[in-house]
Every structure is written in C-alpha cells, then in structure tokens.
C-alpha cells in the first residue's frame, strides 16, 4: 500500500511551498489507492501555537485535501 505524509510544524502559518508539497503528496496517495497521514510537528512547545494548527488544517481543508489519519508528534515521543 502506498501511504505519504506532510509533516508541517505549527510554529507559524502554512506557506505556499508547504501547501505545494501537500497537495503533491495527497494527490499520489489519492491516485495510488494509498493513504495520506497529516503528521503535526508539535514538540517545539516553546513556538507551536494553536491558532497555527487550526490555520494549517483550515488551510488543508479549503484546498481541498483531506486526510485519512492525524498524529502529533508530542502524543508520540515514546515510540522515537
């Protein structure tokens, strides 16, 4: 199975090359019958800011890309 991810950090907002890279990573798993996993890079607590995750998912949705599974990082350090 073909599985992608975008990795973005919270620590500001979504920028062009970041949405780019999205779609692009979305648009091969859509096409492969694959899965594409939004993984938050939220272990920098010192600069993560809610109302950055909230603007990148915002901006996630209104092009259009969904996701099949989210996971912060912060809720997965035991596995590192």
């Not at 991810?5 to 920028?15: I, N, V, Y």
């Not at 938050?40 to 915002?58: M, V």
Request: aromatic share 16%; charged share 30%.
């Amino acid at each position: 199975m073909v599985r992608t991810r975008f990795a973005p950090s919270p620590t500001g907002f979504l920028h062009l090359g970041g949405a780019r890279t999205a779609l692009f990573s979305w648009i091969y798993a859509r096409k492969n019958n694959g899965e594409f996993i939004l993984r938050i890079e939220d272990t920098d607590k010192a600069r993560s800011k809610k109302e950055y995750l909230d603007e990148i998912l915002e901006s996630l949705s209104w092009l259009g890309i969904d996701w099949d599974r989210i996971f912060y990082q912060s809720q997965r350090l035991n596995i590192y």
